[in-house]
């Protein structure tokens, strides 16, 4: 079952006097949040802040309610989610939640390798960590990730380098 609420980002230090915080921002760019009128305090969506302004280019964030130093500096350190029927996501785009847990096949048998169990982000890029008989480390780019699709699984190409010690 897809997640409604995903993580955003982490809220940190007050920047200026006006509530104004900076913003660690988890999606591919600060600009695919831009437009969304809300963040929360929670998975659930049951603690909303209302956004008053975003400043993708710096990347910063007011909250209606939190608009003086003080106010602000209490929401330091938290991460915040948004509502994923909130941005629109491209043609042919997934958010990397809704892989983790998928089945991972071979793309030119079709054999079970195993299941998407974590997806970590590096200076380089994404890669998926792949537990099955054999686990794999395997960087997200179009060598070895062919086709990852939530409702099908997720098919690659792999070589014995990208195994990892169990």
């Known amino acids: ?3 409604r609420f995903l993580e955003a980002g982490r809220l940190n230090s007050p ?3 006006k509530g104004e915080l900076r913003f660690s921002c988890w999606c591919d760019s600060p600009y695919y949040i831009e437009g969304v009128e809300a963040l929360y305090l929670d998975d659930k969506g ?3 802040l209302e956004i008053a302004l975003f400043r993708p280019q710096i990347p910063s964030i007011v909250f209606k309610g939190y608009e003086d130093r003080n106010s602000c500096a209490v929401l330091s350190g938290r ?4 509502d994923r029927t909130d941005p629109s996501l491209p043609q042919d785009a997934v958010y990397n939640d809704d892989l983790v847990g998928l089945p991972v ?4 048998t079709g054999a079970p390798v195993g ?3 974590q997806i970590d982000e590096s ?3 994404f890669f998926y960590r792949i537990k099955g008989e054999s686990d794999y480390t395997v960087p997200a780019v179009d060598r070895y990730i062919l086709r990852a699709d939530p409702d099908t699984g997720i098919f ?11």
């Open 1 to 3: 079952m897809k997640k």
């Open 15 to 17: 920047r200026g006097i």
């Open 46 to 48: 049951e603690k909303k």
């Open 79 to 82: 991460t915040v989610w948004f």
């Open 105 to 108: 096949f071979d793309y030119d």
């Open 115 to 117: 299941t998407l169990v």
């Open 123 to 125: 200076i380089s890029g």
């Open 156 to 166: 690659v190409r792999l070589d014995e380098g990208l195994k990892t010690e169990s």
